[in-house]
């Protein structure tokens, strides 16, 4: 399993995954209607370039030619800390390893930029709660945020500090 930092030209990988994943990953805890206008929204190609540009950096998780995962982070976000803006790992293979490579890959840049942390927002209702707890991350806060068309994201703020 490799972890690479994507290029422009991989965004539509980035996209593809994305709907793959999201309807197993949210397809109980968001109507349906909501997780239609989210990916819409978030992965686009133009909102996905929009984010690198200004700073996300891409990882793509490869193993044999084969793209199991994403993810997408941003050094010095705020307070000298790294933001994960996103993880995600294809479904049938979680469990394996892939999430705490990227997770491992991502606190090293962090590091190696002296932040201090890593941060980053969760759904209150996601599984993924326990996978970031067992990488040491704690809940700091939990936070409701509009994201327009009278839809809301509930999510707890984790943490991870060095």
């Given at each position: 399993?490799?972890?690479?930092?994507?290029?422009?030209?991989?965004?539509?990988?980035?996209?593809?995954?994305?709907?793959?994943?999201?309807?197993?990953?949210?397809?109980?805890?968001l109507s349906k209607n909501q997780l239609d206008y989210m990916l819409d929204k978030f992965y686009?190609?133009?909102?996905?370039?929009?984010?690198?540009?200004?700073?996300?950096?891409?990882?793509?998780?490869?193993?044999?030619?084969?793209?199991?995962?994403?993810?997408?982070?941003e050094l010095n976000c705020i307070e000298n800390k790294t933001k994960?803006?996103?993880?995600?790992?294809?479904?049938?293979?979680?469990?394996?390893?892939?999430?705490?490579?990227?997770?491992?890959?991502?606190?090293?840049?962090?590091?190696?930029?002296?932040?201090?942390?890593?941060?980053?927002?969760?759904?209150?209702?996601?599984?993924?709660?326990?996978?970031?707890?067992?990488?040491?991350?704690?809940?700091?806060?939990?936070?409701?945020?509009?994201?327009?068309?009278?839809?809301?994201?509930?999510?707890?703020?984790?943490?991870?500090?060095?």
């Amino acid at each position: 399993m490799t972890i690479l930092e994507a290029k422009k030209e991989q965004l539509s990988i980035i996209k593809d995954l994305a709907f793959l994943i999201w309807p197993i990953a949210y397809g109980k805890i968001l109507s349906k209607n909501q997780l239609d206008y989210m990916l819409d929204k978030f992965y686009s190609i133009s909102f996905l370039e929009n984010q690198m540009n200004t700073g996300q950096i891409f990882l793509l998780a490869e193993n044999d030619g084969v793209f199991n995962g994403f993810a997408s982070y941003e050094l010095n976000c705020i307070e000298n800390k790294t933001k994960i803006h996103k993880l995600y790992v294809v479904p049938n293979i979680q469990g394996i390893g892939i999430g705490k490579k990227i997770v491992d890959y991502i606190k090293l840049e962090s590091q190696k930029n002296n932040n201090s942390g890593i941060f980053l927002n969760v759904n209150r209702f996601n599984t993924a709660i326990e996978f970031y707890e067992k990488q040491n991350f704690i809940i700091s806060e939990s936070v409701n945020i509009e994201i327009g068309n009278g839809f809301l994201m509930e999510d707890f703020v984790m943490e991870l500090t060095f």
